[in-house]
C-alpha cells in the first residue's frame, strides 16, 4: 500500500511537468519562482519599514505626507483620464 501512494505522488508530479517540455523550461520557471519569492521579501520588508516610519512620525511629519499624497492623488486622477 506504501508503494502505490508513492507511485501515485510520482505520476502527480509527472503529469505537472509533462506539459513543460524540456529541462531548460524547468529550470527557467525555477528561476522565476526564486526571483518572485525574493521580490515578495524585499516587498515585505519594505512595507514592514514604511508602517514602522509612520508610526513614529511626528503630526506634522504626517499631515505633510498626507498632503503630498492627497496632491499625488489628485495629478494621477488629472492625467489617467
Do not use: D
Not at 505520476?11 to 505537472?16: D, H, K, L, Q
Not at 515585505?44 to 508602517?51: D, S
Amino acid at each position: 500500500m506504501g508503494l502505490e501512494v508513492l507511485s501515485e505522488i510520482a505520476s502527480a508530479f509527472a503529469n505537472i511537468f509533462n506539459g513543460i517540455g524540456s529541462t531548460a523550461k524547468i529550470l527557467a520557471w525555477t528561476g522565476v519562482i526564486i526571483l518572485l519569492i525574493i521580490a515578495l521579501g524585499y516587498i515585505a520588508l519594505g512595507l514592514f519599514k514604511a508602517f514602522r516610519a509612520i508610526a513614529y512620525m511626528k503630526v506634522k511629519q504626517f499631515i505633510m505626507m498626507m498632503a503630498v499624497l492627497g496632491i499625488l492623488f489628485i495629478v494621477i486622477a488629472a492625467v489617467i483620464p
